[in-house]
């Protein structure tokens, strides 16, 4: 089985910087893409940021020029690197990865961390 532990999430204020981390475990085969969704109290879960395997990137075009995806393909490791960060950033963050498992008949699949929580706020 695959785990997704995420870590970074907590309070700041406006302006202020957090850094998210996702480190993927488990009889890891390979990973695809790697990603960070968000989700707000009402509204749908929403991708913030992805990267491919070969370091191609997209970004939600609220975080255009704020946030910073990047991955340590050794720690099996995704980032976000949150700047200038705004009340309306505040939301559940989930890291997604889509990976093949050893032994795996399937190919590779998503999966999601728990979520961890970024609230934004003076």
């Known amino acids: 089985q695959v785990q997704l532990v995420e870590s970074g999430g907590g309070l700041v204020q406006p302006g202020g910087s957090l850094r998210l981390s996702c480190a993927a475990s488990?009889?890891?085969?390979?990973?695809?893409?790697m990603g960070w969704y968000r989700q707000a109290p009402g509204k749908q879960r929403e991708l913030v940021a992805a990267i491919t395997s070969e370091g191609g990137t997209n970004y939600a075009d609220s975080v255009k020029g704020r946030f910073t995806i990047s991955r340590d393909n050794a720690k099996n490791t995704v980032y976000l690197q949150m700047n200038s960060l705004k009340p309306e950033d505040t939301a559940v963050y989930y890291c997604?990865?889509?990976?093949?498992?050893?032994?795996?008949?399937?190919?590779?699949?998503?999966?999601w961390g728990q979520g961890t929580q970024v609230t934004v706020s003076s």
């Open positions: 997604n990865s889509k990976i093949r498992l050893v032994g795996d008949i399937w190919g590779a699949r998503a999966y």
């Open positions: 488990g009889s890891i085969f390979s990973i695809n893409s």
